[in-house]
């Protein structure tokens, strides 16, 4: 199952490696802050763009819809975009991506409010969010083959880990601008024109990052594989589910965890320990942020232990770790929360664990379908996952009790513990040190 090209194995990482990286996570940060702005603004856009006399509660599940259907379209963007790069170029449609993203984002934060124009406002945001949840199903699986296709083969964990690093920040992005915006502007100027803000800067620093793409090179993987006469002559996503359901199966399960881990223990927890917990809501907010930064780090550290190790056991350490430290983080919670700031601060630490999947994936296709492989197989699996876990969290907590997240999340981990287990048993101890 697992592909090698065997493109410079020997050289280290140099100049040119670190631009790639550097643009590619920015843009991702960037694209990421984008895609993910929407959900920290979620109360104010119900208020704008639904008729007033609404329900809080409707008006808060039509703008989670809305949110949701950004997940949902980003199997289309994926599959057409990963299409053409993998029969066009690598880079072509790394850049597209951030353009398509840049554009509704600025949009966004130009759009008339219920108020000026009645239910042409909601389908304008519906239509823009779609907009943005195509660019970023292109974005995201493009950039982890842009990387690991440019970087030396020993260093392709960290290479995605880095961009996943990235990915992350975005969302911290997001939560900080959103909390500095509320502290200092108050609610009637946020209402009157603030929210539109992080939209619109969000837009003109996508340009920003279009341009700055412009310097960088194709992939030598691709180069070389077009010079070969070796691209897919047959439909790629054809090729894909006739030849490698293997690699499709695998690089689902573990992205249900990644789904799992950013969803639940990222995005939802701040609001799962405040009205499930009690816990204070600067508490929590403090702890998110800290378990963001930690992220961060824990990506980079993931990324680096893959190059190390191999992919196999790096998910397999670091997927039972986030099992225990999750569990750990619940119990505390359940029991007041007297280490919730260290324990979030270290789940944060080992939810970096997802930086090690991207290798795992881009190691599952060869290279002349690699980009519609992971596209597919992630954003598929991300729609399906992604757009369900917040209703799935919070009807879980409601039936289940508020342990209920954290037995959702061990789950998941036990999935991609079996996934790496699968690899080294079938390629033994040194399963995934194959290289791009």
Not at 106 to 117: E, M
Not at 153 to 177: D, E, K, Q, W
Not at 183 to 189: P, Q, V
Not at 279 to 289: E, K, M, Q, T, V
């Amino acid at each position: 199952m697992m592909q090698n090209t065997p493109v410079n194995h020997a050289r280290q990482l140099d100049r040119n490696d670190a631009r790639t990286l550097m643009l590619a996570a920015l843009g991702g940060a960037l694209e990421f802050y984008d895609f993910v702005v929407f959900v920290f603004f979620a109360k104010l856009l119900g208020d704008l763009f639904f008729p007033h006399g609404t329900a809080s509660w409707l008006a808060q599940l039509q703008v989670y819809g809305i949110f949701a259907a950004g997940y949902l379209a980003r199997p289309l963007g994926g599959i057409v975009m990963a299409h053409f790069g993998d029969r066009t170029g690598r880079k072509k449609m790394f850049t597209l991506s951030v353009l398509l993203m840049a554009l509704p984002t600025l949009g966004i934060g130009l759009l008339p409010v219920f108020a000026q124009v009645g239910m042409l406002a909601p389908l304008l945001l519906l239509l823009l969010r779609v907009v943005q949840g195509i660019a970023v199903g292109g974005e995201v699986p493009g950039a982890w083959v842009f990387v690991a296709e440019h970087v030396p083969a020993r260093s392709v964990g960290f290479a995605c880990a880095s961009l996943t690093a990235g990915l992350t920040f975005g969302i911290l992005l997001g939560s900080l601008l959103a909390t500095a915006l509320n502290t200092s502007l108050g609610d009637a100027t946020m209402h009157a024109w603030g929210w539109r803000l992080p939209f619109l800067l969000g837009g003109v620093f996508g340009f920003l990052v279009v341009w700055l793409r412009r310097w960088l090179s194709e992939t030598p993987v691709f180069i070389e594989m077009r010079e070969r006469k070796a691209l897919s002559q047959r439909l790629p996503l054809g090729v894909v589910l006739a030849e490698h359901l293997g690699g499709v199966a695998m690089s689902m399960l573990v992205t249900w965890t990644l789904t799992a881990a950013i969803v639940v223990l990222i995005l939802l927890l701040p609001a799962l320990a405040t009205h499930n917990f009690h816990i204070d809501p600067h508490r929590a907010f403090l702890g998110n942020s800290l378990a963001a930064l930690a992220l961060c780090v824990g990506c980079l550290f993931h990324g680096w232990l893959c190059d190390r190790l191999s992919a196999a056991r790096a998910l397999l350490l670091g997927s039972f770790a986030m099992l225990l430290i999750t569990w750990a983080l619940f119990a505390d919670m359940a029991h007041g929360g007297a280490n919730f700031l260290w324990l979030y601060a270290l789940t944060g630490f080992f939810v970096g664990v997802v930086g090690v999947i991207p290798t795992v994936m881009v190691q599952a296709f060869p290279p002349a379908v690699r980009f519609t492989g992971i596209s597919f197989s992630y954003n598929v699996a991300y729609a399906v996952f992604g757009a369900s876990s917040a209703s799935l969290i919070g009807l879980l907590a409601d039936r289940a009790g508020p342990m209920a997240p954290a037995w959702y999340v061990v789950f998941t981990a036990l999935l991609s513990i079996g996934v790496a287990l699968y690899l080294m048993r079938r390629r033994g101890a040194s399963a995934l040190t194959s290289r791009v």
